[in-house]
């Protein structure tokens, strides 16, 4: 049976801002009570001395709990573990001498919302799962007392608050015991990957916090400049939003924001304004540049030990992928070429204006550097590998795209071949130096059309306007006639996936991709070839208009004198924009989900795999993998080797290519 355990604390540290390693080793936090169940007897709790007394037997309640987590079979269940573990380790281990538990028997209930793709909050989750909810009594107490970092909170706690914390932590065992009763395990392989998954967090990577201090430094000194610049000239501080929309809009420039795009639209388009208010605008630019926040993020999140742990989430995306958390390594600027060594050199003599000189704009610079501050341990060094093209091959193969799939096989430019297509040009005709706008014709066509993507996902890639809107209808035809296989694989699983909200009892399947749907409870489930599921909670087929009705650009859809029609959409329940909404999806979406949750399964296999043969994960971004591996230890060759070795059988004639590289800092 497990144990399922929450704790509650108080600290100075903010844990919204630092993340669950930073605050429980900060030297004020410490538990104010612990509350536990096993399998389904009675919820046991402590009460943390140091922090007051309450009537119960709480030292020979901890007495038990001690006994029990030192069994080697005994799991313990959290919901979003990366805290309990934290706290455990940090404060439990090292402060109180409470045993050590192995990572490979911690469980965590929010693993299992994120798997379902339900809300990963427990608060959030109880209402899908019909479950009463938290007790509201707990945002008061913890407010109150919790949150040391507030003027307003207390450290003395009545024995009446106590006892309500401790009821507080107890409903919510009760809460997480029925999340884990009503979703069950994880099954078997993603268990194994969400155990590599937490593990590689805890692990975490190491941050170079002094270089992320001197080039913060740089960052604050130019933003002090472009202050005292823009107050010299306007009166204002740029970051006085309605004051500078006013003060432009008295030298006739009325602007609706001061977001970067509008600004570089503005600066960059046919009628862009001049003397002073242009002036104006580039500093207020510049100044939006000059942001500390990621750096500030890094330091705050960053251990004792100079490493930042719980940076990502697993299955924080429907189709498995990780989404980033903390400072969002998955976000980090790319770099612009230039060795990373060179850059962090560079950036570590302090200088703007040094800065300014070489590459242009300080700013710009500090910003391409932000992966470099990811850093190797000590005698280690980071080795990298990519899946070149993989979304593109992915679908390529599982839509039986025969021209396209022999393409890959044959390591053929796909975006030049592409733009060929596209334009009606033999092949072999387009290179990047001979016809750069056609090959970039073809490279958008991929990144826009292969999800069922017309106009406006074209938009989305290229707002150059070089082509009219009915030039661009036109390319996404001639991209559609070119993959009939593709548009086929649209089709087909909105019509299955249809079938199988109307017939819950049925399996329906796709013979040329071996996808298939079926209704599983309250979940319309997308069954991948090698068995893994995609999850569509509380899904119906409801009315709604076409995604040609746009009542905000056509004119006739805005007087309501179009021709447009309601149509059966399917829907289901998500955690979208902040909130749980009903959202619908259709067939390109749909193969977008297959493809990128089959892409991931590649990438887990890789990790597992890499892992498994020595080399330290510390970081999967989207369809990298990224290692901390021992100087003498490995090579380039061989990481790419086990990148390009395809493990399962339903991918083993696909054409995987891994682009590996190694060096100190992250890259890429």
């Not at 000194?221 to 000239?233: C, G, I, N, P, Q």
């Not at 700013?363 to 060094?381: Q, Y």
Request: aromatic share 10%; glycine share 8%; net charge negative.
């Amino acid at each position: 049976m497990t144990i399922v355990l929450d704790f509650e604390t108080r600290s100075e540290a903010d844990l919204t801002k630092v993340g669950a390693w930073s605050y429980s080793e900060h030297p004020s936090t410490e538990i104010i009570c612990a509350s536990w169940a096993v399998g389904d007897s009675p919820i046991y709790n402590w009460l943390n001395p140091a922090v007051g007394k309450i009537n119960g037997r709480h030292e020979d309640n901890l007495f038990s709990l001690m006994e029990l987590v030192q069994c080697k079979h005994q799991l313990i269940e959290a919901h979003n573990a990366a805290f309990e573990v934290s706290i455990w380790e940090n404060i439990g281990v090292k402060c109180l001498g409470w045993p050590e538990i192995p990572l490979d028997r911690w469980r965590d209930s929010m693993a299992l919302a994120c798997y379902y793709a339900l809300p990963a909050a427990l608060d959030r989750l109880c209402g899908p799962l019909g479950l009463p909810g938290k007790d509201p009594e707990g945002g008061r107490l913890i407010t109150k007392y919790s949150k040391l970092h507030l003027k307003t909170s207390k450290i003395e706690i009545p024995p009446e608050d106590l006892a309500k914390f401790v009821k507080y932590c107890d409903r919510d065992v009760h809460l997480e015991r029925q999340v884990g009763n009503f979703l069950g395990l994880l099954p078997e392989p993603e268990e194994d990957i969400w155990l590599h998954d937490f593990k590689v967090a805890h692990r975490g990577m190491r941050l170079d916090r002094s270089g992320i201090v001197g080039a913060r430094r740089i960052v604050e000194d130019r933003a002090a400049d472009l202050e005292d610049e823009f107050k010299e000239m306007t009166g204002l501080k740029p970051g006085q939003r309605d004051k500078v929309l006013d003060w432009l809009a008295e030298r006739g420039l009325e602007m609706e924001n001061l977001q970067k795009d509008t600004i570089d639209d503005l600066l960059d388009g046919p009628d862009s304004p001049q003397g002073e208010v242009r002036k104006a605008l580039n500093i207020r630019r510049r100044y939006a540049r000059a942001s500390t926040k990621k750096m500030d993020a890094m330091i705050r999140h960053c251990g004792n030990d100079g490493r930042a742990r719980w940076q990502t989430r697993y299955h924080g995306a429907a189709t498995g992928r990780n989404t980033g958390s903390g400072f969002q390594p998955l976000n980090l600027t790319r770099g612009d070429g230039v060795d990373p060594d060179q850059m962090v050199s560079d950036i570590n003599h302090g200088s703007a204006k040094f800065l300014d000189a070489l590459y242009g704009d300080a700013m710009e610079a500090v910003g391409n550097a932000s992966r470099h501050w990811i850093t190797a341990s000590e005698g280690s060094r980071i080795i990298a590998g990519d899946f070149a093209s993989i979304e593109a091959i992915v679908l390529a193969f599982v839509a039986r795209e025969e021209w396209k799939m022999q393409a890959f096989i044959d390591g053929e430019l796909i975006y030049e071949r592409m733009g060929e297509k596209i334009h009606g040009l033999p092949t072999g005709t387009i290179t990047k130096k001979s016809h750069p706008l056609e090959r970039q014709d073809g490279k958008t066509g991929e990144l826009a059309f292969g999800y069922q993507g017309a106009l406006g996902a074209w938009r989305n890639f290229d707002d150059s306007d070089r082509h009219t809107d009915g030039r661009v209808i036109k390319i996404c035809r001639a991209w559609r006639d070119e993959h009939p296989m593709t548009v086929d694989l649209w089709h087909n699983l909105q019509e299955l996936a249809f079938d199988a909200v109307i017939y819950p009892d049925k399996l329906f399947w796709d013979e040329v991709s071996g996808i298939s749907f079926e209704r599983v409870d309250g979940w319309l489930t997308m069954i991948l070839p090698n068995g893994k599921r995609l999850w569509y909670w509380a899904p119906d087929i409801r009315l709604g208009m076409p995604p040609w009705h746009k009542p905000k650009e056509r004119e006739d859809c805005m007087n309501g004198e179009c021709d447009c029609e309601p149509v059966p959409k399917l829907t289901y329940m998500s955690h979208k924009e902040g909130r749980w909404q009903r959202v619908h999806t259709y067939g390109g979406k749909l193969t977008e989900n297959a493809v990128q949750a089959m892409s991931r399964e590649i990438l887990k296999l890789a990790e597992l795999a890499a892992e498994k043969a020595g080399y330290p994960v510390i970081l999967s971004v989207y369809d990298e993998v990224v290692c901390d591996v021992p100087n003498g230890y490995g090579s380039v060759e061989e990481f790419q080797e086990i990148m390009e070795t395809r493990t399962a059988k339903w991918y083993r004639n696909w054409p995987i290519r891994g682009e590996v590289w190694e060096g100190e800092r992250y890259r890429k």
